[in-house]
């Protein structure tokens, strides 16, 4: 049975719908999110699938119909990243927080391949997780130095992306 998610985007003023669904191989999840980005309206989509261990296998991204990256792993791009970061979602931190299952005071460092979807780029990226406690992760990109708090639920779901993001459904 899939579950479903809303978000709010504070930063991009975007919705994103997004249904995660556990397969008998993995984990299946697809978005969609629509509004609002540097003046231009903005229709995305995208699938990506996991193993078990939520290790990305698959990703597509879409906007405005036309594809912006369809890898399957192993692929080139993907190089030794075992997750993708796409832009415009929180979704994807929950990939990294539930592979790595960090306990509290546990900090993990890897790569990603980061999509920038404003700019249609993709690149490996640089991040550090360190859970705080039950429920909050610091994120760091190595590479920009941004740092942010990020909230989950138990199932490793962003609740909370503090300017970023807000979880609308379920409530948290």
Not at 27 to 43: D, L, Q, R
Not at 138 to 167: C, Q, W
Request: proline fraction near 4%; include cysteine.
């Amino acid at each position: 049975m899939a579950k479903q998610y809303v978000w709010q985007g504070l930063y991009y003023r975007t919705m994103e719908y997004l249904s995660v669904e556990q397969l008998a191989s993995g984990w299946w999840m697809h978005g969609k999110i629509v509004g609002e980005t540097s003046g231009k309206p903005m229709n995305m989509r995208y699938n990506i699938s996991t193993d078990a261990d939520w290790v990305t296998q698959q990703v597509s991204v879409w906007v405005d119909g036309d594809p912006v990256v369809e890898l399957t792993v192993p692929n080139k791009d993907f190089g030794e990243c075992k997750d993708v970061d796409i832009s415009m979602t929180p979704f994807t931190n929950t990939l990294t927080i539930n592979r790595t299952k960090l306990t509290v005071g546990e900090v993990t460092e890897n790569t990603v391949l980061y999509i920038d979807v404003e700019n249609r780029l993709r690149k490996p990226v640089r991040q550090r997780y360190s859970r705080v406690d039950a429920d909050w992760y610091r994120y760091e990109n190595l590479e920009s130095g941004f740092v942010s708090m990020i909230k989950t639920d138990a199932d490793g779901i962003v609740i909370h992306y503090p300017g970023i993001f807000e979880r609308v459904y379920p409530a948290s």
